[in-house]
């Protein structure tokens, strides 16, 4: 019989997830990999903020430039079609401030770019870009209020395609694990 227990889940399910991104190639891949970008994002992020994990670095603190791979997954643009086949630019990451200023992908540290991730995703502002049956990317937007979300004024928006998605993932799994004080 088993027991409750919460000794070093969030590092456990880590590990776990980390495997998964790497190893998992069966039917429906790529909503398995946005199933582990979601437990990645948000279960080591409320086991810091509620104080039960510590960091040998605080990564989160840093700047997106300190990772030229990230930073690289998240700059310019791709051309995308939308439902009537029509070609349109689609950036690959665009943020504002809260004065509405643009901040590039080199003005974000990680710990902001995991929490616009979480917002976007936890509000079910995460539509997967197809190809037909194939879903080959997400874009993920941020809207700051629920007023500003019916006037489709967001303050945060990405793309990932399959690929940086799992390099993503990875990059938020292998910097959680190289900083935790076990």
């Known amino acids: 019989m088993g027991y409750p227990t919460i000794d070093k889940f969030d590092i ?5 997830t ?3 991104v790497s190893e998992f190639d069966k039917t429906n891949k790529f909503t398995h990999l946005i199933n582990s970008l979601v437990g990645l994002i948000f279960i080591p992020n409320e086991f810091n903020k509620k104080g039960k994990r510590t960091y040998k670095i605080d990564f989160l603190n840093k700047p997106i430039s300190d990772y030229k791979t990230l930073a690289d997954i998240f700059s310019g643009h791709v051309t995308l079609n939308n439902e009537q086949g029509e ?3 689609q950036r690959k990451f665009f943020r504002k401030d809260k004065d509405g200023n ?3 992908i080199q003005e974000t540290n990680v710990g902001e770019l995991v929490r616009l991730f979480r917002n976007g995703i936890a509000h079910s502002n995460i539509t997967p870009v ?12 941020n809207f ?15 793309y990932l395609n399959q690929k940086e998605l799992r390099f993503f993932s990875t990059f938020i799994a292998d910097e959680y694990l ?3 004080n076990k």
Request: hydrophobic share 25%; charged share 40%; net charge positive.
């Open 12 to 16: 456990k399910f880590i590990e776990r």
């Open 130 to 141: 197809a190809e037909g049956d194939y879903w080959k990317g997400i874009i993920v937007k």
């Open 178 to 180: 190289k900083n935790i």
């Open 18 to 20: 980390k495997q998964n």
């Open 87 to 89: 070609n349109f630019n």
């Open 102 to 104: 643009s901040k590039s």
């Open 144 to 158: 700051e209020t629920t007023k500003k979300e019916k006037q489709n004024d967001f303050n945060f928006e990405a």
